[in-house]
């Protein structure tokens, strides 16, 4: 057999590579990897000791056993997170076997295993040890064996903000201690989820703002030898003590082994289990006490990993999530406008205003008002996010620039991503404010710099907004720019006996002006027709 083939599969060259104990293969996963071009790798049968990560690459890339048995290809290395890497630290998560970056990757019928055991090395401490971790989108795992003890099997996301899709079809997956894991939105279907040990099945970090966490479907969950009552089935995970990681796993359509708990699940690190989102549906051998599956929660594979080929195209919808500069105002309050309440005048298409004034980030999520924006999006709208005004106060508002505001604003991201919108931050409207010599100023110090950071990390598209209504003000000029404010004196409007003189909320002129601005910023990401 050749060691590389080339040929054309839907108009896009499929390059494969052969591995094997045979002069004329491959000698290593590793090596195969290593060749860009790839596109499908066959792994002959034998014990291939390696340490392995899939980097990002330019086509999906498919890893199978060329008998289409999982128990002849074996994946296997011996690492557990207190082992030291290359720089001296422990490894932590990268102590995998086989670590997934990239997206569109499929592994098929094939033994994945991590052999550190804790049982016969007593003095190490940290002793989770993965068989496979995943970190890319659209990850499919098929008729493969996932095995080790500890954290075996880690659905993960590079990042916070990040929605990763995984599915699971007839595999094994073996190991005693929150063996199956992570924050990826993931469907295990079918196959035996198998306990080697007491503890617990399913430890999920699922964001709060995710609707999906982890579904087992059809699964057989066993425990050979195990006495009655060993195992529970999840515990909620809080990654460093997280807050808003309200993990989801849901059974639906399982069998039960009798070494499951009557009690199910427990808490973990302090975090109540029932604060967290678990849920049975149907199958065989659950016990009444178990919580059942909310309605309407998405029970069907199909419908769990519904975004898994991405966003679908932009809707012309969007939804506003902001602070009294962006909110809706009613007549008695006349000329104060927020640019949100006049957006649709230049996008041309529907607009959704959900901004508060007085909100900040942490507001705005404290009351339950994020949830109803988020459960408003379709598929394919914009959700622009702009806060900042709020967040630097010193009450109960405040959302500190280093650690809590771009937590934050990650929670409005992942949640737009879970639900097939597009998220777009906005940096805070400037206030009016000039300096001596009549130059417009800046008065939100670092707030606009965390939401650029924030965005270029975390590939989100983004608008300046600060600098554009700066530069705004700048051409309006001091005494001109008045006039997109409320500046004006008693009696000049039946709202405002008293005048005014606001630097903060803008005028309905003011407001069309930075509706116009946004307009612009959108079209010119390509994010508005």
């Known amino acids: 057999m050749d060691r590389l083939v080339d040929r054309p599969r839907n108009q896009t060259a499929h390059r494969t590579v052969v591995v094997g104990d045979d002069a004329e293969l491959l000698p290593s996963v590793g090596r195969a990897l290593a060749e860009p071009t790839v596109t499908e790798i066959v792994v002959q049968p034998g014990r291939y000791v390696e340490h392995l990560r899939i980097e990002p690459r330019a086509a999906p890339l498919t890893i199978r056993s060329a008998t289409g048995r999982a128990e002849d290809v074996v994946l296997t290395f011996d690492l557990c997170q207190g082992d030291r890497d ?90 005693d201690v929150d063996f199956v894991y992570g924050r990826a939105t993931a469907v295990l279907e079918g196959g035996e989820v198998r306990s080697n040990g007491r503890g617990w099945v399913s430890a999920p970090s699922t964001a709060r703002e995710n609707p999906r966490g982890l579904l087992f479907s059809g699964v057989r969950f066993t425990g050979p030898g195990l006495p009655s009552g060993s195992v529970h089935l999840g515990r909620p ?100 406008t927020g640019w949100g309440q006049v957006l649709a005048r230049c996008t041309g298409g529907e607009v959704v205003n959900r901004a508060i004034s007085g909100a900040s980030t942490t507001s705005f999520l404290a009351s339950g008002a994020a949830d109803e924006a988020l459960a408003e999006l379709r598929p394919g709208d914009l959700l622009l996010v702009a806060f900042g005004h709020n967040d630097a106060k010193t009450d109960e508002r405040h959302a500190d620039v280093h650690r809590t505001y771009p937590a934050n604003l990650r929670r409005f991201v992942v949640g737009a991503r879970a639900r097939g919108a597009h998220p777009v931050l906005l940096t805070p409207v400037e206030r009016r404010s000039f300096d001596a010599q009549g130059r417009a100023r800046s008065t939100h110090e670092g707030y606009p710099d965390a939401v650029r950071r924030l965005a270029e990390r975390d590939g989100v598209p983004w608008f300046d907004l600060t600098v554009a209504s700066r530069r705004l003000w700048q ?10 404010f409320l500046w004006f004196g008693p009696g000049a409007h039946d709202g405002y006996p008293d005048g005014e003189r606001d630097d903060t909320h803008l005028s309905e002129a003011g407001a069309v002006a930075i509706a116009e601005l946004v307009s612009a910023g959108l079209r010119d990401l390509g994010l508005l027709r």
């Open 475 to 484: 051409e309006q000029g001091e005494e001109g720019s008045r006039a997109s």
């Open 86 to 175: 290359r720089t001296g630290l422990p490894y932590g998560q990268d102590c995998a076997t086989l670590t997934v970056v990239a997206d569109d990757v499929t592994l098929a019928d094939l033994t994945v295993e991590n052999t550190f055991d804790r049982f016969a090395e007593p003095c190490q401490v940290e002793a989770q040890a993965i068989a496979l971790r995943t970190l890319g989108d659209r990850i499919t795992v098929q008729r493969c064996r996932l095995l080790a003890r500890q954290d075996t099997l880690l659905l993960d996301a590079p990042g916070w903000s990040d929605v990763r899709h995984v599915h699971l079809r007839d595999c094994l997956v073996e190991g």
């Open 237 to 336: 995970w809080h990654p460093g003590g997280k807050p808003d990681a309200v993990g989801q796993a849901l059974f639906v359509d399982c069998a039960f082994g009798s070494h499951l708990s009557p009690a199910g699940f427990t808490e973990m690190s302090g975090f109540d289990w029932r604060d967290a989102r678990f849920g049975v549906l149907g199958g065989t051998g659950a016990h009444p006490g178990w919580p059942s599956v909310p309605p309407g929660s998405p029970t069907r594979p199909e419908e769990f990993l519904a975004g898994w080929d991405g966003p679908p195209v932009l809707s012309g919808r969007v939804v506003v999530v902001s602070d009294s500069t962006a909110s809706d105002y009613p007549a008695d309050r006349a000329p104060r």
